[in-house]
C-alpha cells in the first residue's frame, strides 16, 4: 500500500523568503504525485503533479517539484513567497493501475510573516 | 463550466440520526471520490466510483457509511446512525476517464460538507 509522509506539520517563512515543503512516498512503482493547497474553508486546488518524464515539474502560483526516485521524495518549492501563499500544502501519491485514489500526507501549514 | 459542487455546505446533526451528503461532479467526468479530512487523520479515502464499474468501497469506515451513484452522475454519501466521531469534513472530486492524459487525470474538489455530529 502506498503512503505519503509530511514531516513538517508547520513552517512559517517571511514574506519574499524561499520556500521548500517535504514529501516523502512510499510505493512499489513510479507512482503518480501531486500537491494540493488548501486555503481556509476552501477545497483543494491542484498546484502540480508529475506523471512520468521530466522530473522538474512547474505548476501554478510560481510552485515547482522536483522527483526524486533515489530519495522517494517530491518536495516543493517556491523562490520566493507572497502573502497570499498562507494555507495548509498536501501532498498525495496515486498508483498506476486505473484506480485513482489518492493516499495524502497529513499536510504541512504555511504561515508567512512580514 | 461549473466545477463539482456539494451540497449541504454545513450539516448538524445529533447522534444516532442518518445524514446525506450530495456531490454533483464535473460534467462528463466518469471518476468520482469521496474524501474524508477530519483533523486526527487528516484527508482519507472513503470511495471510488468509475463508470459503470463496481465502486472500490475499501475507504469506508464502517458498514453504516454507504455511497450511491445515480445515471453516473450525481452521488449521495449516505451515513446511518451517526456518531461524534463521524465530525469531519466530506470532500467530493471528479475526474476525466483513466487515460485521458495519458495517466490518472486530475481530481477537482468540491468546496465540501462539514459534517457536525452532537
Known amino acids: 500500500a502506498q503512503s505519503v509522509t509530511q514531516p513538517d506539520i508547520h513552517i512559517t517563512v517571511s514574506e519574499g523568503a524561499s520556500l521548500e515543503l517535504r514529501c516523502n512516498y512510499s510505493y512499489g512503482a513510479t507512482p503518480y504525485l501531486f500537491w494540493y493547497v488548501q486555503s481556509p474553508g476552501q477545497g483543494l486546488q491542484l498546484l502540480l503533479k508529475y506523471f512520468s518524464g521530466d522530473t522538474l515539474v512547474q505548476g501554478i502560483k510560481g510552485f515547482e517539484a522536483e522527483f526524486k526516485r533515489s530519495q522517494s521524495s517530491f518536495n516543493l518549492r517556491k523562490p520566493s513567497v507572497h502573502w497570499s501563499d498562507a494555507a495548509e500544502y498536501f501532498c498525495?501519491?496515486?498508483?498506476?493501475?486505473?484506480?485513482?485514489?489518492?493516499?495524502f500526507g497529513t499536510g504541512t501549514r504555511l504561515t508567512i510573516i512580514p | 463550466g461549473a466545477g463539482v459542487s456539494q451540497s449541504p455546505s454545513n450539516k448538524v446533526t445529533e447522534k444516532g440520526k442518518d445524514v446525506e451528503l450530495r456531490c454533483d461532479p464535473i460534467?462528463?467526468?466518469?471518476?468520482l471520490y469521496w474524501y474524508r479530512q477530519s483533523l486526527g487523520q487528516g484527508l482519507e479515502f472513503l470511495i471510488y466510483f468509475q463508470g459503470n464499474s463496481a465502486p472500490d468501497k475499501s475507504g469506508l469506515p464502517s458498514d453504516r457509511f454507504s455511497a450511491e451513484r445515480t445515471g453516473g452522475s450525481v452521488s449521495t454519501l449516505t451515513i446511518q446512525r451517526t456518531q461524534q466521531e463521524d465530525s469531519a469534513v466530506y470532500l467530493c472530486a471528479s475526474s476525466a476517464p483513466w487515460g485521458t492524459s495519458g495517466g490518472a487525470d486530475t481530481q477537482y474538489f468540491g468546496p465540501g460538507t462539514r459534517l457536525t455530529v452532537l
Open positions: 498525495a501519491v496515486g498508483a498506476q493501475d486505473g484506480n485513482e485514489k489518492l493516499t
Open positions: 460534467s462528463g467526468h466518469t471518476a
